[in-house]
């Protein structure tokens, strides 16, 4: 393999990683909406009425993309909202 090739995939997935990417929340029944809507607010920094609606999704259609971004910044993030017990993913 030569140091180009190699080179050139690294970049590629560098890349990739920096793409806008989605924080997904799951529903579950053990988190209550208090809960999920008051994790948003801190974490997500949303409004009530964001969070709100977000919970509303989440417990409905079973997910909700909760903040769009480079996987960078929504790493912590979901790291942050697993912390507290809820299933979050960066995908």
Do not use: W
């Not at 009530?48 to 999704?57: K, R, S």
């Amino acid at each position: 393999m030569s140091y180009q090739f190699q080179e050139e995939a690294l970049l590629e997935v560098i890349e990739k990683k920096d793409e806008p990417k989605d924080l997904v929340v799951f529903n579950d029944d053990i988190n209550t909406f208090e809960h999920v809507t008051e994790t948003l607010i801190r974490v997500c920094r949303h409004t009530v009425e964001q969070a709100e609606q977000c919970t509303f999704i989440i417990h409905h259609r079973g997910k909700c993309s909760v903040k769009k971004g480079p996987f960078s910044k929504l790493k912590p993030m979901k790291e942050a909202i697993c912390d507290v017990g809820i299933d979050a993913r960066v995908l």
